[in-house]
Structure formats: C-alpha cells, structure tokens
C-alpha cells in the first residue's frame, strides 16, 4: 500500500528556513518521480518540485534559488527545504508521486493520477 506521510510544517518568519519531510512506505523513491505541490488560501494548487531518476524539475520561478528537493534512499523520505521564506509561501504543501512514471515529465500535467499525502501546512508570517 502506498503511503506518503509529509511532517515538518509549522509557523515560520520571513526569511526562515524550514525542511519539509515526506515519508514514503510501500514503495520505493528511488522508482518512481515524486515532489512537492502547494494550495495556497483561495488558489489553485501548483507545483513545485519534482525529483525523478536523479533529475530536479523546478515549476515556480518564485521558489528558484530558495526551496530544493532531495531524496533520502536510506529512509525512503524526501525532502523539501525551504530557504529565506516569503509571505506568499503560505500554504498546504503536498507530497506527491506518480502513479508509473520514473520521470518528472508530465508531473504536473499528470497529478490527477498521482498518489497523495495529506498535506503539511506552512504558515509564514511575523
């Protein structure tokens, strides 16, 4: 059974830092693209990132040089930092993995097909 369970959001100040975690269970994520959405209040979700065979696709030109993704083989987890975090950073993040694909290609185009975590809410404000 696949399993995506995200921890690690919380209430943080501009300009922080935070790492969001996602583990996975039932599955391996080394086999499959898997990444990061977010739902900010009152909008459509977005996507992120993606890490997928070893390869980062990037979606928000607003996060570029702030948020990365990377895998933790050893424990099945993935991870999203988040540097020097704005206000309209705000927002449900969502781990996700397609359904087949190793590949981020389609990833966002694909997400209706994707497997789900519940979400990790991160609020950043002063």
């Not at 990132?49 to 099945?76: M, P, Q």
């Not at 930092?81 to 996700?96: K, Q």
């Amino acid at each position: 059974q696949v399993q995506l369970v995200e921890s690690g959001g919380g209430l943080v100040q501009p300009g922080q830092s935070l790492t969001l975690s996602c583990a996975a269970s039932g599955f391996s994520v080394r086999s499959y693209a898997i990444g990061w959405f977010r739902q900010a209040p009152g909008k459509e979700r977005e996507g992120v990132l993606c890490i997928g065979d070893g390869l980062v696709r990037n979606y928000l030109d607003s996060v570029k040089g702030r948020f990365t993704i990377s895998s933790e083989n050893a424990k099945n987890t993935v991870y999203l930092r988040m540097n020097n975090v704005h206000p309209e950073d705000t927002g449900t993040y969502y781990c996700a993995r397609a359904r087949t694909s190793p590949l981020c290609s389609g990833y966002v185009s694909n997400s209706g097909s994707h497997y789900w975590g519940q979400g990790a809410e991160v609020t950043v404000a002063s």
